[in-house]
């Protein structure tokens, strides 16, 4: 059985700083390109960051020089490192594996607020 399980979320002050991470079972996400999507309430899912399997990034315009995306293959796990955190970055936040069509995680939340 696959498993994607996301940890990390929580609650931040504006500014602050969250570390996301997802470990996957089941599958070796070292095959897979890797993202992270996210949504906030009454909005669609958009994408935030991806990361191929050569470890190549592509980041949201929104996110680009805050977020990190990185992948540990030994670890089977991928991270988000969010710095300067917005209230506009309150969503739960969702990794994935083999793109949109592919496996994902159940979502943590995010909480921007003062």
């Known amino acids: 059985q696959v498993q994607l399980v996301e940890s990390g979320g929580g609650l931040v002050q504006p500014g602050g700083s969250l570390r996301l991470s997802c470990t996957a079972s089941g599958i070796r996400l070292s095959i897979y390109g890797l993202g992270w999507y996210r949504q906030a309430p009454g909005k669609q899912r958009e994408v935030v960051a991806l990361?191929?399997?050569?470890?190549?990034?592509n980041y949201a315009d929104s996110v680009k020089g805050r977020f990190t995306i990185s992948r540990d293959n030994a670890k089977n796990t991928v991270y988000l490192q969010m710095n300067s955190l917005k209230p506009g970055d309150t969503a739960v936040y969702y990794c994935t594996a083999g793109g949109p069509g592919g496996y994902w995680g159940q979502g943590t939340q995010v909480t921007v607020s003062s």
């Open positions: 990361i191929t399997t050569s470890g190549n990034t």
